[in-house]
């Protein structure tokens, strides 16, 4: 009854929802598998528990039971649900970051599920070794790994893992040659179009989504722009799923990409920002720190200052926040790995002196017994481990002391970070005053510019209008000359016309009357009509037009002051 409440108990702790889970309790845990039989029924139903329903925060827990399989199946010889162990462990030690032991136990895993022939574990312990070494950038051997799982899945028909093999050995290839003057994008492109093909054969939307997206941002590297939209826009039409969502913060970034190389700039935000929306949703801060910086780029280049100066900010906060991380967990892993070195030392220094005691009361009963030439050997034994037990005390020493310098290291790294985290904000603090001082000496120049422009169409216009003064001020002088002139003409037309002429004329027409000369004194008669005909009217007109232009010489010259006035009443 009481196992059964436990082991009740324990299922309750680890349903498979699992939200709010709590850390197992080793000690109860081991009670339970002590009491448990060993079929393979029961193996199945631990292993599906420590691979699916128990959390990451469960990792003492997963490793109890997965070593408590190994132990029961390899006692009855159940050799699949060993290899399976061995499996499920070096997946536990990956996902706890200790990825230098999970390599030790895909190894074990594999050759068990090579002897045995179990090639889908075979595959899967082959994936995950290339996945260690292309993670530590050892590309080389994870291609050799990746092979081997394409050469499995391709004998065996094991589709799932043929499209994820094709597209993990495409990113290899780019990794182990983006750096080159010739990166070799074709390949990349013909092992991802490999793994769309398979997908597509299996209608596998993840793999769809995943090989349409790498095919259109290896293309964007290679400048072919077509072709990069049409196999990102093909990657969309999955992605409008909603379920599928969670993957469109890259698609996202890489469409934003396209469009942000062609300057496409209102687009290239578009995307930037809708891939953002997605991460709020999905966090991943190494690709929302791409982003902002992306966007921060964007901004400037189209003139949006506001807005590029806060992404920049953000995009400065999640750099230094992650770079921050990296080297705390760096140390963090350090420490731990030395700390287990120091406690390894030190229980093979416990170790060398029980077994230097051992070894002392040994000699002490050869002695004893008289038997010297054991007792010489016991004193032998006696010096070599008390100067291995020397060489360990130095050895600890050593690593006690790369500890504390590591810590010492660490926390100067940490300082680095923060000063420099300190120098960012000053700097971009000086960015924003020369921003604004460039806004100043930008709106003070475009005033300067404007009153400059006023000034000089005011003076523009008042040249002209002096050009046409002068110019109306000749005209007038020209016509008072014209008039003087007339004057003098009509002065002299009045010489003409004064009584002493008309008298003598008349006299002369009367001496012709009476001399009978009538012909001669008609002529004359129609001379004096004549001319006085012409003189009088035009006399009229010329005075009349002379007070008219007279008038308008005083009211314009009197624009130029009153000297003029007095120049033209002279004349």
């Excluded at 490793?63 to 132990?71: G, P, Q, S, V, Y």
């Excluded at 574990?121 to 260690?132: K, V």
Aim: proline share 1%.
């Amino acid at each position: 009854m009481k196992r059964i409440i436990i082991i009740t108990f324990l299922f309750l702790l680890t349903g498979t929802t699992l939200k709010a889970q709590d850390v197992l309790k080793i000690d109860s845990l081991k009670n339970v598998l002590a009491t448990e039989a060993t079929d393979t029924i029961t193996l199945k139903k631990y292993l599906v528990l420590a691979v699916s329903r128990l959390q990451t925060n469960n990792a003492a827990a997963k490793f109890l039971i997965l070593d408590w399989i190994i132990a029961k199946a390899k006692e009855n010889k159940f050799q699949q649900y060993e290899a399976n162990g061995y499996y499920w462990k070096a997946v536990t030690f990956m996902i706890t970051g200790q990825s230098d032991k999970s390599v030790e136990w895909y190894t074990t895993a594999m050759k068990l599920a090579h002897d045995i022939n179990y090639l889908y574990l075979e595959n899967n312990c082959n994936i995950g070794l290339g996945a260690f070494y292309f993670n530590n950038e050892q590309y080389d051997k994870a291609r050799s790994y990746f092979e081997k799982v394409i050469d499995i899945s391709l004998k065996n028909n094991f589709t799932a893992a043929l499209t994820s093999a094709y597209l993990n050995m495409s990113n290899v290839i780019f990794g182990a040659t983006k750096h080159l003057p010739s990166p070799k994008y074709d390949e990349v492109i013909h092992y991802m179009k490999l793994s769309l093909e398979v997908a597509e054969k299996r209608q596998d939307t993840v793999f769809l989504i995943k090989a349409n997206t790498g095919i259109g941002s290896m293309y964007n590297l290679k400048k072919e722009y077509a072709l990069s939209e049409n196999y990102l826009k093909q990657a969309g039409v999955y992605l409008a799923v909603p379920k599928w969502e969670y993957l469109g913060s890259n698609f996202y970034g890489n469409l934003g990409e396209v469009y942000k190389v062609q300057n496409k700039y209102k687009e290239a935000i578009e995307n930037f920002r809708t891939g953002l929306v997605i991460l709020k949703k999905y966090p991943d801060p190494d690709l929302e720190y791409k982003y902002y910086g992306s966007l921060a780029e964007l901004s400037e280049a189209t003139g949006d200052y506001a807005n590029a100066y806060q992404y920049q900010i953000r995009y400065s906060a999640l750099r230094d926040s992650l770079l921050n991380s990296e080297k705390f967990k760096a140390a963090a892993e350090l420490d731990v790995k030395y700390q287990q070195a120091v406690k390894d030392k030190e229980i093979s220094r416990l170790q060398a002196e029980q077994k230097i005691r051992q070894l002392e009361s040994e000699k002490q009963k050869a002695i004893i017994a008289g038997n010297l030439l054991e007792a010489k050997r016991k004193e032998d034994e006696i010096t070599l481990l008390s100067r291995e037990k020397e060489l360990q005390d130095l050895q600890l020493q050593q690593q006690n002391e790369m500890l504390v310098r590591n810590k010492l290291q660490a926390r100067a790294d940490s300082q680095q970070i923060e000063l420099g985290f300190q120098q960012t904000l000053l700097n971009e603090k000086q960015i924003s005053n020369q921003q604004r001082t460039r806004n100043y000496l930008i709106g003070g120049l475009a005033l300067l510019g404007l009153l400059s422009f006023v000034l000089y169409r005011n003076i523009a216009a008042r040249k002209k209008a002096y050009a046409q003064l002068e110019y109306k001020s000749q005209q007038i002088k020209e016509q008072a000359l014209q008039l003087s002139r007339q004057a003098k003409l009509i002065a002299q037309f009045q010489s003409q016309m004064n009584p002493h002429f008309v008298y003598n004329a008349l006299h002369n027409i009367q001496g012709l009357v009476l001399n009978e000369e009538n012909k001669k004194a008609n002529t004359q008669i129609q001379s004096l009509a004549q001319l006085m005909r012409k003189t009088f009217p035009m006399q009229k007109k010329m005075i009349s037009r002379w007070k008219k232009r007279s008038t308008i010489c005083r009211s314009i010259l009197s624009l130029k002051g009153p000297h003029s006035t007095d120049r033209l009443n002279s004349r």
